[in-house]
């Protein structure tokens, strides 16, 4: 058994934890738009074989220096092996093959039920009550979202169908594991945790993802998909998990799942700047409800409250 990592279970204060998950929603939500592109040349599995590989491999070079690598506790292993399932593997293989089945309009509609999931999960195994603000802001911030993107305008043909299905079922299983993971990461620290997690998801992920580049001719692949593959594993996977994880071991799992609200509303302001997509009214009144919702979650409760 190792000493505890004193540095990793430090307190911080809310407004930290808080800014940790709006830059990791910012990374989060450009990853529908740069996955579309690698999935045009890349096979889903193969993209996420590279993600959690490379993301693995960078854990362990900074644990590693940091001297900071086994587990508090022998059971956390199994725990964190389990987790990994749920967070890691069946997350990123739904959601990546859900992506390449459907439009990214209905995928920034369909990740409006990991807060629902991650509620119901907490709260049927005890780690969260279903306190009546808390369901209050989740309701506002869905329909927020649901009138930002306005449901006409994404497709439930029978094409996309399948692809709707995965994402529902990532949203699930990314739920679950919000849900149950609080108590082995604040026991072992942030990046302890994840790089754990993502060693046991790279047992099932890689040689799945390798085995989808047989055939496919590495060296054929231009550059500019290669430097896209490496944003997406670095920048838009292992950056937003471990800030995800670093406000997980302080606040409730329902605040860092309701947060996932924001990154259809960070994707519009991009396409405002990017694209010159107008803002009008609609986006302001989704805007407040979103952020009355966020708001609403994450509020600290009196004692009479709880």
């Known amino acids: 058994m190792v000493e505890s990592d004193s540095s990793e279970a430090s307190v911080p204060t809310n407004n930290s934890s808080y800014f940790a998950l709006i830059v990791a929603q910012v990374l989060f939500g450009s990853l529908p738009v740069i996955g579309k592109v690698v999935l045009k040349t890349i096979p889903a599995v193969a993209l996420v074989g590279f993600r959690v590989a490379l993301t693995a491999l960078i854990l362990v070079m900074v644990q590693s220096y ?57 709260s049927f195994a005890g780690f969260e009550k279903l306190r009546r603000l808390k369901i209050i802001g989740i309701i506002l911030a869905a329909v927020g979202v649901i009138i930002l993107i306005d449901p006409r305008n994404a497709s439930f043909s029978s094409e996309s169908t399948l692809g709707d299905i995965l994402i529902i079922l990532n949203s699930l299983s990314y739920g679950i594991y ?3 993971s609080k108590s082995v990461i604040m026991r072992n620290g942030v990046f302890r945790s994840m790089m754990w997690v993502f060693l046991f998801a790279s047992i099932i992920c890689v040689p799945i993802g390798a085995y989808s580049f047989v055939g496919l001719g590495p060296s054929t692949i231009d550059g500019s998909i290669w430097l896209l593959m490496i944003y997406i594993a670095v920048v838009a996977t292992a950056a937003p998990y471990l800030l995800n994880a670093y406000a997980l071991s302080h606040v409730n799992p329902s605040t ?51």
């Open 178 to 180: 919000v849900a149950t």
């Open 66 to 122: 940091r001297g900071r690598f086994w587990l508090q506790e022998r059971g956390d292993y199994w725990r964190l092996g389990v987790l990994s399932l749920f967070g890691i593997t069946f997350n990123q293989f739904l959601f990546i093959i859900g992506l390449s089945l459907t439009k990214a309009s209905n995928v920034s509609l369909l990740a409006v039920t990991i807060p629902i999931f991650a509620l119901t999960v907490g």
């Open 256 to 306: 860092v799942a309701v947060f996932v609200y924001l990154q259809p509303l960070i994707g519009f302001l991009m396409a405002v700047y990017f694209l010159g997509e107008k803002v009008d009214y609609v986006f302001g009144i989704a805007t407040a409800l979103i952020f009355a919702g966020v708001f609403l979650v994450t509020r600290r409760f009196i004692p009479s409250e709880t």
